[in-house]
């Protein structure tokens, strides 16, 4: 077995034992990430919802990639793609609302799609305008994710060094306890149930998107069952000693 072959298998076995070690944790996020495949209930794909879909659908595999990504103790990995999944979010709700392919690209001279230059400012201040309350949560994670996970830092670095008295060592996975993996298995959760809430309200302002009746009341659950996890974590000992 070469080295590709070992990790994979590795990254597989990390899965499973990820599971067993944080299994509420992993349940009930997993259940959050799979509502996504059911969250809407008519999936149209026609010239009005081509923008939603596409974007809606890069927050649905980002969210599965991140929770992978933090299993297989890859946590640099798993904030790289929760940051795409809530830029994605973000243009998924304004594309709701200014669905014209047009509005989004243009096709240059050489026949290359391109994305309009100010499509990221704009759609940051239609959020900023119509849900203030969304687009601080999502400021305030991704400034997280700039901060220690965006770019190359030193602390990032300790997550992959072994350190004891007599030897220092590197490794491909990171050195965090499972304590730590659930609460970042509990973030990605908790911001998969608040991009959903977002892009529900945003649709209920312009009748393009059908979900499911039962949306509100599954969210108002899957928050339940976050909120649950989240006490569970506060009265652990490693986040006990914080007042959060």
């Excluded at 687009?135 to 072994?162: G, L, P, V, W």
Aim: net charge negative.
């Amino acid at each position: 077995m070469d080295w590709l072959e070992e990790l994979s298998d590795l990254e597989n076995r990390l899965v499973i034992e990820g599971n067993e070690a944080a299994k509420d944790f992993f349940d009930t996020v997993k259940s959050i990430i799979e509502y996504y495949n059911i969250a809407i209930k008519d999936k149209n794909f026609d010239e009005e919802t081509e923008m939603f879909n596409l974007f809606f659908f890069q927050v649905r595999n980002s969210l599965m990639l991140a929770f992978l990504s933090v299993l297989r103790l890859h946590t640099i990995q798993s904030h790289l793609m929760l940051r795409y999944a809530l830029e994605s979010a973000v243009l998924a709700g304004y594309a709701i609302h200014h669905s014209d392919r047009s509005v989004f690209l243009s096709i240059n001279e050489l026949g290359h799609a391109i994305e309009h230059k100010n499509l990221k400012k704009i759609s940051k201040k239609w959020i900023e305008r119509h849900f203030p309350e969304y687009s601080e949560t999502i400021k305030r994670h991704k400034e997280i994710i700039n901060q220690y996970s965006a770019h190359a830092n030193i602390i990032s670095t300790y997550t992959n060094m072994d350190l004891s008295e007599s030897y220092v060592s590197y490794k491909f996975f990171d050195n965090h306890s499972y304590e730590i993996i659930k609460s970042y298995i509990w973030e990605i959760g908790m911001l998969s149930i608040t991009i959903l809430e977002f892009i529900h309200k945003a649709s209920q302002e312009k009748d393009i998107i059908t979900f499911q009746e039962t949306i509100e009341m599954d969210l108002e659950n899957f928050k339940i069952e976050s909120n649950s996890l989240r006490e569970q974590l506060l009265n652990s000992e490693v986040f006990s000693k914080y007042n959060i």
